[in-house]
């Protein structure tokens, strides 16, 4: 769309915006070739033209953001936001949410056919690991994805959670398969969420015993049997599956270890494949232990992406358990993930008891309590880190 301002005088103008979008407007706007002024600008146009929309963006934690726009158009903007009763942070956030669904990525299409791969990981526990893995594939398959949900973790609170047994030790599982040693098919294993809700979308594929000795075993093996790739051995299981989902969601251990190469590895941007597809999430905790356990994490992932020339994406941090009455440590930790930047933030989810209440249930958060804080905020997660 031509905007109706091509020779006027700019000002700048000064409002908030998510950071998800900010990101989504900077990248796409680099690749369709515009500038991020006129595409901001085209965005407003269009938005105060069309009819008004109930759908509401999700704009907590936006941030300053300023460009420069035609003279009178923010003015006639903030006319239209209270004409329509939104704020004006709503108002931009909706116009450049639209803009971006009419001016898809080019590279879309390149990667229709590959499944996204978001790998839930933190080599420190109790962070949330598995309630957001959980929360994001619920909230895939609630909005008609087929999404398989991958107990990673030997532990199996995933599975537990979802009143899904463990595979006993020496049966066929997710560990034989990617030590080459399988005895069926992993098909076969997959469990279906019997919950209406997710009308058989979500699938998971159980914890086994057997990966406490994960990393030893792939070690030996990878000993023993030339052109054996210890990295690959995740992606070597799961590439068949990949055809029958849209999004596979991996729930990781809390190591450093060949495991999780092996889940970073699979993790990694594809040839031909878009950004903002698949990559890592991390949850984490607004305390100075977790910005240590980040670190170290950060560390694992550059340094096998500069060894296996790979570019592994940070799709963001979610920051987990948050209460601001655990006083300064709390709060200035919050301070210090959000000035990060890049990875953002995907998310701030409170210490609420709706998830602990469905861990109680053994049922899945958004069938338990869909309309609650906690299962808006994996919603929130899962919009942001599919842009």
């Known amino acids: 769309m031509a905007s ?3 020779q006027g005088d700019r000002e ?3 409002s908030k915006l998510p950071g998800s979008l900010r990101q989504n407007l900077k990248v796409r706007a680099a690749e369709i070739g515009t500038d991020i002024q006129d595409a901001v600008t085209e965005a407003i146009v269009a938005w105060r033209e069309e009819p008004e929309s109930a759908a509401q963006i999700d704009t907590a934690g ?3 953001f300023s460009t420069w726009l035609p003279q009178g158009l923010y003015d006639g903007f903030k006319e239209t936001c209270s004409s329509r009763g939104v704020s004006y942070t709503q108002g931009l956030a909706q116009a450049i949410s639209r803009w971006l669904d009419r001016n898809p990525s080019p590279r879309h299409g390149d990667t229709s056919d590959i499944a996204e791969r978001k790998v839930v990981c933190n080599q420190k526990g109790g962070v949330g690991k598995t309630s957001v893995a959980a929360g994001i594939a619920q909230a895939y398959a609630e909005e008609g994805k087929r999404v398989l949900l991958v107990d990673y973790d030997p532990q199996g609170h995933l599975s537990e959670q979802l009143n899904i047994e463990q595979i006993p030790p020496g049966d066929n599982s997710l560990v034989k398969h990617m030590c080459e040693e399988q005895d069926g098919e992993l098909r076969d294993l997959v469990h279906a969420i019997e919950e209406p809700r997710f ?3 979500l699938h998971v594929l159980p914890a086994c015993f057997d990966a406490f000795l994960l990393d030893a075993r792939i070690a ?5 049997r030339r052109g054996f790739s210890k990295e690959a051995a995740l992606e070597r299981a799961l590439v068949a599956l990949e055809p029958d989902y849209d999004v596979i969601v991996v729930d990781c251990p809390p190591s450093l270890g060949i495991a999780m190469d092996a889940a970073l590895y699979y993790a990694r941007r594809r040839k031909g494949e878009a950004t903002g ?3 890592v999430i991390i949850p984490v905790l607004a305390e100075d232990s977790s910005a240590t356990a980040y670190t170290m994490l950060d560390e694992q992932i550059e340094s096998l992406s500069e060894d296996l020339s790979l570019t ?3 799709l963001g941090l979610v920051v987990n358990l ?3 009455r655990r006083g300064f440590v709390a709060t200035s930790s919050l301070a210090n993930w959000k000035s990060i930047g890049d990875p953002r933030v995907l998310a701030v989810i409170g210490d609420l008891k709706e998830q602990r209440e469905a861990v109680r249930m053994r049922k899945p958060l958004l069938a338990y309590a869909p309309k609650s804080d906690q299962a808006d905020a994996m919603r929130q997660i899962a919009r942001a880190a599919s842009q």
């Open 4 to 6: 109706p301002y091509p």
């Open 12 to 14: 700048k103008v000064a």
């Open 62 to 64: 936006a941030e300053s």
């Open 199 to 201: 009308e058989k979308r």
């Open 220 to 224: 030996v093996i990878a000993g023993q």
């Open 277 to 279: 597809r698949s990559g």
């Open 312 to 314: 592994v994406e940070y």
């Open 322 to 324: 948050y209460d601001s």
